[in-house]
């Protein structure tokens, strides 16, 4: 009985909220357009083909990215996009490509090995063998007994990674009740969910930075082969691979980090704590690009039509950057997929938007979401001193994809209350396809948080989160084509509606300097 009080309460709440709340003009005829073309002629499983298997790793600056981002300015160009083109944000570094890499245990019995070198580390400069030496030390001061003694060796922590034998579901799609609790959500900021994330963060890194940077620094002196890397997370067959040096113009090229399974890892630990032999032959080619040290992002546009409206702009976007191991699926090829896609099915359909359409297809996201900084920064203001230019002005609203091929179910209102009611009504029309949860919640660490941080309305859409991030299976077989279908259908309508509605989506107060992670988007605290 409570609940039925509660239900119509809140109906009448909804009758009432409703008729005081402004009403958005939809046109259906331009929405079912989208729906059909976004549904049934979807191009974007061909989109994602080219994003993923036919260029590769997509690491920002290295060739693969080069050519992933020459295929999307091709391609635009080619839907009749206007002025597609590589655009530079800023000095970023060198590019990486890794061209051979061979890891085995050769001794005390021959192992292959998952073993993936992490992005901008140095290669062995031609095959070489060596012992694996266990490295202990709790901190930098317990290096020093070390210094000397690591040539030819193959270094690997004296620590086991703990193996979680839980089972974890391969789907996790949202429930009803956890959607159901993201719009109820009253405050913009989930404080605690920031805490579990960081303290899930700090836990993988089980040998304090510092220590293994100390140990390497002694590695190069001593000409030492690798370093072995793994983490909890890193179990049957799959593996999380990252940056493992600097890549900065003028920083060194670093040693060679290679991170492994942890069934292998603990397997060779285990073996030299009983003092077994335990050998290695290593063989890694890497190149590090260095002609070209600027950052740059994809950018395209749709012209706007309306005299007094087409300066203004609309953006939507997702970040080509991926990680070494694979080739980006659902990190993001997923979300650059959906974004092409979108400006694809607008201009399949022929529409004439009042404001332009912007897509930028962002680099550096994986070191800290350079590209969209460095985008926002040069276009829109400077979240270091809030010294805003002309066309801050001018930008409607950003939308962004990142949390993998998992289908659009809602978007994030990073706190701004004013946008619930129009994206309320947006979302009406895809009530069929589960998309309708606006909820209050910030959502970070992607590139819709370089927007927020100028104080410019900056989305990101609540998606079933289906990814293999940052993984070597992080491949095409993990995207899902019904979902990016989904997803690219909605995005369009949402960047259709943004492009022709009267006014600019409403915005928060600019927010005050420094307050805001550049990040991770949450308050510094
Ligand atoms: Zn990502």
């Given at each position: 009985m409570y609940k039925i009080i509660n239900v119509v309460g809140c109906l009448f709440f909804m009758c009432m909220h409703a008729?005081?709340?402004?009403?958005?003009?939809?046109?259906?005829?331009?929405?079912?357009?989208?729906?059909?073309?976004?549904?049934?002629?979807?191009?974007?499983?061909?989109?994602?083909?080219?994003?993923?298997?036919?260029?590769?790793?997509?690491?920002?600056?290295?060739y693969g990215f080069k050519r992933a981002a020459d295929y999307a300015i091709r391609q635009m160009t080619?839907?009749?996009?206007?002025?597609?083109?590589?655009?530079?944000?800023?000095?970023?570094?060198?590019?990486?490509?890794?061209?051979?890499?061979?890891?085995?245990?050769?001794?005390p019995w021959y192992r292959s090995l998952i073993a993936y070198p992490k992005t901008w580390t140095a290669g062995t400069n031609g095959p070489r063998s060596g012992d694996v030496m266990l490295i202990s030390a709790k901190d930098s001061a317990e290096l020093a007994k070390y210094a000397g003694k690591l040539k030819d060796k193959v270094l690997i922590f004296d620590?086991?990674?703990?193996?979680?034998?839980?089972?974890?579901?391969?789907?996790?799609?949202?429930?009803?009740?956890?959607?159901?609790k993201l719009s109820e959500a009253t405050m913009a900021e989930d404080t605690a969910a920031y805490r579990r994330r960081m303290e899930r963060g700090r836990a993988q890194n089980i040998i304090p930075r510092n220590v293994v940077n100390g140990l390497k620094a002694i590695a190069v002196r001593d000409g030492?082969?690798?370093?072995?890397?793994?983490?909890?997370?890193?179990?049957?067959?799959?593996?999380?691979?990252?940056?493992?040096?600097?890549?900065?113009?003028t920083d060194p090229d670093n040693f060679l980090d290679i991170m492994i399974g942890l069934e292998d890892y603990n397997s060779m630990v285990r073996m030299l704590r009983r003092n077994m032999p335990v050998r290695m032959d290593v063989d890694v080619k890497t190149k590090f690009q260095t002609e070209d040290t600027q950052g740059y992002n994809v950018i395209a546009a749709i012209t706007g039509t309306d005299p007094k409206l087409k300066d203004e702009i609309v953006m939507l976007g997702a970040h080509l950057d991926s990680g070494p191991a694979a080739t980006g699926a659902t990190d993001n090829a997923a979300g650059v997929c959906v974004m092409m896609e979108a400006v694809r099915i607008l201009k399949a359909i022929g529409i004439e938007p009042r404001r332009t359409i912007r897509i930028a297809l962002w680099s550096g996201e994986e070191q800290?979401?350079?590209?969209?900084?460095?985008?926002?920064?040069?276009?829109?203001?400077?979240?270091?001193?809030?010294?805003?230019?002309?066309?801050?002005?001018?930008?409607?609203?950003?939308?962004?994809?990142?949390?993998?091929?998992?289908?659009?179910?809602?978007?994030?209102?990073?706190?701004?209350?004013?946008?619930?009611?129009i994206f309320q009504q947006w979302f009406k029309p895809f009530d069929d396809l589960r998309a309708r949860t606006v909820t209050l919640l910030n959502t970070g660490s992607t590139d819709h948080i370089s927007f927020n941080t100028v104080g410019l309305p900056g989305f990101q859409f609540v998606q079933d989160r289906l990814v293999t991030q940052h993984s070597n299976m992080d491949s095409y077989d993990h995207?899902?084509?019904?979902?990016?279908?989904?997803?690219?259908?909605?995005?369009?309508?949402?960047?259709?509606?943004?492009?022709?509605?009267?006014?600019?989506?409403?915005r928060k107060p600019l927010p005050v300097i420094g307050t805001i992670d550049p990040v991770s988007g949450f308050k510094k605290q």
């Open positions: 008729t005081y709340a402004q009403q958005e003009k939809i046109d259906m005829n331009v929405i079912n357009k989208i729906r059909k073309e976004g549904l049934t002629n979807s191009q974007v499983i061909d989109i994602a083909f080219h994003v993923t298997d036919a260029n590769g790793p997509r690491v920002t600056n290295s080619s839907w009749g996009l206007k002025n597609a083109r590589l655009d530079p944000w800023g000095e970023f570094g060198k590019g990486w490509d890794l061209e051979k890499s061979y890891v085995a245990m050769t001794s620590e086991l990674m703990s193996y979680d034998h839980s089972n974890r579901p391969a789907i996790l799609r949202r429930s009803d009740e956890d959607l159901q030492a082969i690798a370093i072995l890397s793994s983490s909890p997370e890193n179990h049957s067959g799959t593996v999380f691979v990252l940056q493992g040096g600097p890549y900065r113009k800290g979401l350079l590209g969209s900084r460095g985008y926002v920064r040069k276009t829109f203001g400077d979240a270091e001193n809030m010294k805003l230019l002309p066309d801050h002005q001018k930008l409607s609203a950003y939308y962004n994809l990142d949390y993998g091929t998992g289908k659009v179910l809602g978007i994030h209102l990073q706190g701004n209350e004013a946008a619930r009611n995207l899902m084509p019904d979902d990016l279908k989904q997803s690219a259908t909605i995005v369009a309508a949402f960047v259709y509606n943004t492009a022709m509605r009267d006014a600019l989506i409403p």
